[in-house]
């Protein structure tokens, strides 16, 4: 059949989907989903079950426009575990804000919120938000929220032996009963048959033992797109170990303790052997925090940085390349957990290397962080705004107007903690420079390009004078820079980290 006869709802051209579905390529994982008509189910593109006649499929922009056209998620290929795709959103601000608050909760568990109370908060009518989603997404708010709930709900049944109870609370359910009724009128199937089907497959994925797991332990595996560089992304992390509240395997494992949005615990991270996934161990200090799993899970996709698109974010490096720079492939964005840690560090690492800054780091966490005492191991957690803002840090070697600037910032978000980086600039002593870190590591700003930084712009000097195109004045700089941003845009982080990364006399950058 004719490539322009397939059916698609899909902005990706159908020939290559078809040609990305017939390689398994998990590049595209994600990306796209198809739909294959003569079964009724839709699948990712590196499903091992043998592939469809192409006249029998229909590709989709996303999963929830397949389940909309009434198809079923494939039980081999588990569409609820692919990596996330942003590109679908858009660049509706409004659009994205809803998302991410229907994704920590909006509209689902104990205190639910309803559509016009979102839209509300959002500052616009019922009516357009509504209006927004089904333009962008082919579906409803609360659909949307419907969908992402049961596809968590099905990862959970798939990869872990958590109660019904406890996925269906993980999952947002407010009951048992709620939760089989809706899942049976979704899927055609209950959470009983489909986990009892799950475990009988050969293809179940388990997440590999290692020191830092335990039997009480909930156990995940993240996929995302390759190429990962996944022993830079470890080996930064290492170069910044703080005792106690992070541990570095020689392995390839990360663990650190966290506190997100007052939901405290530990995770272990490692990368599976031979598949692009991380295998994810959570420890929870409370059980019952058990229903702000989700929320847990999106937040190491950020960390992580495991939803960005490599193809299409390396082609926006062409700025430095064409100047004879060589892009690390699959380096990605190292975040910290959130804004105010990241601008802690930035604050620290203020006209100090990367070594001094990471000793005052463990010495500042060492002194004001909580203890955590997690299966038998204590723990100590990033200190808290108010501890930092209380605090004497008379123990930290460095100049009193950083310490003042420390015990303000910590102040301001302590009485502001809906306060976001740009706000942090009223904060004496907090400059645009920390403020744009912060936004970085700890929000996973794609866009954030340092181009004030000395490292980098000791390296884009070097670079244009091995182009034979020396910059001959800071207004020229100044004016470079900015081309080089505009032209990286939106992906202005990716670039700070590449050139951060090729500077040899600064390969751990701060």
Same mark, same amino acid.
């Given at each position: ?41 839709y699948c990712r593109s590196i499903c ?245 799993? $989700? =929320?847990?899970?999106?937040? %190491? ?6 939803? &960005?698109?490599?193809? /299409? +974010?390396?082609?926006? #490096? ?108 009223m904060v004496k002593g907090i400059g645009?420079?920390?403020?744009? $870190? =912060?936004?970085?590591?700890? %929000? ?6 340092? &181009?004030?930084?000395? /490292? +980098?712009?000791?390296? #884009? ?50």
């Open positions: 059949m004719p490539h322009e006869e397939v059916q698609t709802d899909c902005t990706i051209a159908p020939q290559v989907c078809q040609q990305a579905r017939l390689s398994r390529d998990a590049r595209f994982d994600g990306q796209f989903f198809t739909g294959v008509l003569t079964t009724g189910i091992p079950a043998p592939p469809p006649h192409e006249k029998n499929v229909r590709y989709y922009n996303t999963a929830i426009q397949a389940a909309n056209a009434g198809l079923r998620p494939c039980l081999r290929c588990r569409p609820d575990s692919a990596p996330h795709s942003n590109a679908w959103r858009g660049t509706e601000t409004t659009l994205n804000r809803a998302i991410k608050l229907i994704e920590q909760g909006f509209l689902s568990g104990d205190h639910a919120g309803s559509v016009t109370e979102l839209a509300e908060k959002l500052g616009i009518t019922s009516r357009y938000l509504s209006q927004l989603f089904n333009k962008r997404l082919g579906t409803s708010p609360k659909r949307f929220a419907l969908y992402q709930q049961l596809m968590f709900a099905k990862q959970l049944l798939h990869q872990t032996t958590l109660s019904m109870t406890d996925i269906a609370m993980a999952a947002g359910f407010n009951s048992i009963r709620r939760f089989n009724e809706v899942f049976k009128q979704q899927l055609s199937l209950t959470p009983s048959d489909l986990r009892q089907q799950s475990h009988s497959a050969s293809l179940v994925d388990c997440v590999t033992k290692n020191q830092y797991l335990s039997a009480k332990s909930i156990q995940l595996t993240l996929a995302y797109r390759p190429p990962l560089n996944w022993a830079k992304m470890h080996r930064f992390y290492a170069f910044r170990q703080v005792v106690d509240m992070e541990a570095v395997s020689d392995d390839g494992g990360y663990c650190r303790s966290f506190c997100f949005d007052g939901i405290r615990g530990v995770f272990a991270v490692i990368p599976h052997s031979h598949k692009p996934l991380l295998e994810v161990n959570i420890d929870l200090l409370h059980a019952h925090d058990i229903k702000h799993l $989700y =929320a847990i899970v999106l937040k %190491l996709r950020a960390m992580f940085d495991l939803d &960005a698109d490599m193809q /299409v +974010i390396e082609q926006a #490096l062409a700025p430095i390349i064409a100047l004879g720079a060589t892009v690390d492939t699959g380096l990605r964005i190292p975040g910290t957990g959130n804004g105010f840690e990241a601008a802690c560090r930035a604050v620290l690492g203020q006209q100090v290397s990367v070594v001094q800054a990471t000793k005052l780091l463990n010495t500042l966490v060492q002194h004001y962080g909580d203890e955590l005492n997690i299966n038998g191991k204590t723990w100590r957690l990033f200190p808290t705004p108010q501890a930092i803002a209380q605090a004497s840090l008379d123990e930290l070697k460095m100049p009193g107007a950083r310490k003042l600037a420390l015990n303000a910032l910590g102040q301001y978000v302590d009485d502001y903690p809906d306060s976001t980086p740009q706000d942090w600039l645009p420079w920390t403020v744009a $870190y =912060a936004q970085m590591r700890g %929000l996973s700003d794609p866009d954030v390009f340092l &181009a004030t930084d000395l /490292v +980098i712009k000791n390296r #884009l000097y070097a670079l244009h004078q091995l182009a034979n195109k020396p910059i001959e004045s800071p207004k020229m700089y100044a004016q470079i820079a900015e081309g080089i941003s505009q032209r990286a845009s939106p992906w202005g982080s990716y670039l700070t980290f590449q050139l951060w990364n090729e500077d040899p006399l600064n390969p751990t950058k701060e």
